[in-house]
């Protein structure tokens, strides 16, 4: 039976219609299509940071690892029952960040200390209050300060690039149909994507200097700026003249 029912499969398969049937395509293909622009256009708007993120650090050391993480836990939670009064929803957030206590080792290979570090971070819109806030924290000192767009600030931002970037797409279409002799165009596909440049990084401030600050002096912190940018990508079909 079995040989027989492959000969009938082989011969429904070698039949001349099923060969054009397979051979040719559900759907004819279309034209190439003609007269046809790639472009891109972009637009960078520079806008100032207005939301910062300081974390703050403290360090302790030890023969033992338990008694290194309950230094760690002390200075944290005194940190915080300075700190979390001063909190504002929006404006100035606190969390604890990273805790991690790490054996030292010596020349033999041998542990010979634990050290730990525990962190703070302050994050908001209110660069003042995080700044005057951060020299109250006790034994904890600055290791860290970075800068960023708030939502409202990022969405303004984005809106005011796209509509340029859009308005010289337009504009660079029409003049690159203009050159290759059409009146006009008609939009046939685009891509729209932002992205936000940051500047370099610049350290603003040491732990030394932490350490001097004055408990009721904020913390020189200066916001920088950054540049958002919008990218506008598609291709345009260029209209020939109207027949007459």
């Known amino acids: 039976m079995k ?4 000969r009938v499969l082989a011969a429904a398969l070698l039949a001349p219609g099923a060969v054009n049937a397979m051979a040719q395509p559900a759907w004819p293909p279309g034209p190439p299509p003609q007269n046809v622009l790639q472009l891109n256009t972009s637009s960078t708007v520079e806008v100032a940071h207005d939301r910062v993120m300081l974390t703050l650090a403290t360090t302790r050391e030890g023969q033992q690892p338990g008694p290194v993480q309950e230094q760690l836990r002390s200075a944290i ?4 029952s300075v700190l979390r009064p ?5 404006q100035m957030e606190v969390r604890t ?14 542990i010979q200390s634990w050290a730990g570090t525990a962190e703070v971070i302050l994050e908001g819109r209110d660069i003042q209050r995080i700044s005057r806030a951060a020299a109250q924290a006790g034994s904890l000192t600055v290791s860290g300060v970075s800068f960023g767009l708030s939502r409202e ?10 509509e340029q970037a859009i308005e010289r797409f337009r504009a660079k279409a029409g003049e690159l149909a203009r050159s290759f002799g059409f009146p ?13 440049q940051a500047p370099p990084p610049r350290p603003r401030m040491m732990a030394m200097e932490a350490r001097k600050a004055d408990a009721d002096m904020a913390i020189p912190v200066e916001p920088g700026k950054t540049q958002v940018m919008v990218m506008v990508n598609g291709s345009v079909q260029m209209r020939p003249a109207a027949a007459r």
């Open 3 to 6: 040989p027989l029912l492959i």
């Open 77 to 80: 939670d005194e940190a915080l």
């Open 86 to 90: 001063l909190a504002q929803e929006g």
């Open 97 to 110: 960040g990273g805790l991690s206590v790490q054996p030292r080792y010596g020349r033999e290979g041998r």
């Open 153 to 162: 600030q990022l969405q303004r931002a984005e809106a005011q690039a796209q």
């Open 184 to 196: 006009g165009y008609e939009l046939r596909e685009v891509t729209v994507q932002s992205a936000e």
